[in-house]
C-alpha cells in the first residue's frame, strides 16, 4: 500500500483551508488479503487509508498519517489487537476504532471492553461477514459532508506525483450475462480529498497538460492490459480519448506503435465523447478509418440528443455505439427515452455497430436494456469502477452475478 502523509491538525474533521478534507482510515490486520479488502473497501466510501501489518508499526502510523479511522482485525490473535490498542492509548489517540469479527466470539467482545476501558472511542462491533451498507453505517458519521473544489488540483501536479489511476468497470453481454470487455476511467488519489472521479479535475483541451494526460491513460491502460492477460487472457479494453488529441501531428502513429504485440492481444477500442464527436466528424471518421487498419477500434460514447446528427451519415466507420444515461435511466417507464433508444439501435443495426446502454443502476432499466435488445449494458446495478487488481479478482476470475 503507497503511504500518503499529511500535515494537518488531528482531528475527526480536518481543515484544509476553510474547507474540510477526506478522512483517513488506517487498516490494523496481519493479513495482507485482509488489509488489501477493507483498504478498497474504506476507498469507495472516501477515505484515504493506510496499512498497519504489525503493533510496532503503529505508533508511526498514527504520527505520520493521523488517522481519524482505525479499522482493526484480529487475525494475528487477541494478544495483538490488544497491544494495538495499548499503543493507541498510549499515543492519545482521539479518533475511532472499528473491530471486526465474529458476532458474539468471546475474544472479540474481550477486545472491544479492552478498548472501552483504555477510554478509546469504540465503535460498535461490525460482525463478519458484513456487507458494505453495514460498513457505511459504522463509518459515516466520519465522512465530511462537503465536496472538493473543482478543480482541486492542478493535472500537472497529480501527472508529477502519480496520483493518478485507471479503474476498471466492466461491459457486459446482456442475454448471457458474460463479461465483453471493460471502459477503463481515470481517477485521481488526492492526498488531501482522497479518490475523485474524472469530472471533478478533467482539464480542457485548452490545458498544456491537456496531451500528457492523454498519453497517461493511454500508456497506464497498456499496462495493465499486460497485467490482466498474464493473470486472466485477453480482455478488451476502452480507453476514453478526445478527438483533439488526434489532431496533433504523428498522433495516430505514435498511438499504434504502444499496441501490445502480444500474440493474445486481439483490439482495442478507444471511445470519443458523442457531442464532441459529431462536432468533429471528418477527423473522427478519418481516425477511425486509419486506427481500424491496427485493430483499434472506434466507439461513440454517451451518445444523446446529438444521434440524430449520425443518420445523416452515408458510411459508419464506427464499431460501436454506447447509449447515454440521460436515455437509459427510467427508459422502462417513459415512452419518450423507449423510442429514443429504438430509434439509436436501430441506426446501430444498419451500420453493423453493436450497442450498449450506459448507466444502469436499477433492476427496471436494466429489464428495459435488455427488452429493447442492447447487445451491452454497463452501470452500477452490474459493478461500480474498480482498480485493476480488483477488478481482476471479482470481474475476471469469476462468473458475472447481478450486484442488486
Avoid at 457486459?172 to 481517477?187: F, P, Q
Avoid at 473522427?284 to 443518420?311: T, Y
Wanted: aromatic share 8%.
Amino acid at each position: 500500500m503507497e503511504t500518503r502523509y499529511s500535515s494537518g491538525p488531528h482531528d475527526a474533521v480536518t481543515g484544509f483551508g476553510r474547507r474540510k478534507v477526506a478522512a483517513r482510515a488506517c487498516v490494523a490486520d496481519g493479513k495482507v488479503h485482509i488489509r488489501n479488502f477493507l483498504r478498497e473497501a474504506l476507498e469507495e466510501l472516501g477515505f484515504i487509508t493506510c496499512e498497519c501489518e504489525q503493533p510496532d508499526g503503529l505508533r508511526a502510523v498514527v504520527g505520520l498519517e493521523r488517522p481519524d479511522l482505525i479499522v482493526l482485525g484480529l487475525s494475528g490473535g487477541g494478544i495483538a489487537a490488544n497491544e494495538i490498542l495499548e499503543r493507541l492509548a498510549q499515543s492519545n489517540f482521539g479518533g475511532k476504532v472499528l473491530v471486526f469479527g465474529p458476532d458474539g466470539s468471546p475474544m472479540v467482545t474481550a477486545i472491544v471492553g479492552v478498548g472501552e476501558q483504555l477510554g478509546l472511542g469504540m465503535l460498535p462491533l461490525l460482525p463478519t461477514p458484513f456487507s458494505d451498507r453495514e460498513l457505511r453505517s459504522r463509518v459515516l458519521p466520519l465522512l465530511p459532508e462537503e465536496t472538493p473544489p473543482n478543480p482541486p488540483v492542478d493535472v500537472g501536479e497529480a501527472l508529477h506525483a502519480n496520483w493518478l489511476d485507471l479503474w476498471y468497470q466492466p461491459k457486459i453481454e446482456a442475454r448471457s450475462m458474460t463479461l465483453m470487455g471493460a471502459e477503463a476511467l481515470v481517477r485521481l488519489r488526492h492526498p488531501t480529498w482522497g479518490t475523485l472521479t474524472a469530472s471533478e479535475f478533467l482539464p480542457d483541451e485548452a490545458d498544456p497538460h491537456f496531451a500528457a494526460l492523454s498519453d497517461f491513460v493511454m500508456g497506464r491502460a497498456i499496462e495493465d492490459w499486460h497485467y490482466f492477460v498474464g493473470e486472466y487472457g485477453h480482455v478488451e479494453i476502452a480507453v476514453n480519448l478526445p478527438v483533439a488529441f488526434f489532431q496533433a501531428p504523428h498522433a495516430i502513429e505514435n498511438l499504434t506503435r504502444r499496441m501490445p504485440t502480444h500474440p493474445a492481444f486481439e483490439g482495442l477500442l478507444i471511445e470519443f465523447n458523442g457531442p464532441e464527436l459529431t462536432q468533429n466528424l471528418p477527423l473522427a471518421k478519418k481516425v477511425a478509418r486509419l486506427l481500424r487498419f491496427h485493430n483499434i477500434g472506434i466507439s461513440v460514447g454517451e451518445l444523446g440528443p446529438e444521434w440524430p446528427a449520425l443518420m445523416e451519415l452515408t458510411d459508419f466507420p464506427f464499431v460501436e455505439i454506447k447509449v447515454n444515461r440521460s436515455f437509459v435511466t427510467g427508459c422502462g417507464d417513459d415512452r419518450l427515452k423507449r423510442s429514443a433508444c429504438r430509434s439509436i439501435l436501430e441506426l446501430a443495426d444498419n451500420f453493423g455497430a453493436r450497442t450498449v446502454a450506459e448507466g444502469v443502476e436499477s433492476r427496471p432499466d436494466f429489464i428495459a436494456a435488455r427488452e429493447l435488445g442492447f447487445d451491452l449494458i454497463q452501470g452500477y446495478f452490474l459493478a461500480k469502477p474498480m482498480e485493476p487488481h480488483k477488478f481482476a479478482r471479482k470481474v475476471l476470475n469469476r462468473p458475472m452475478t447481478l450486484s442488486q
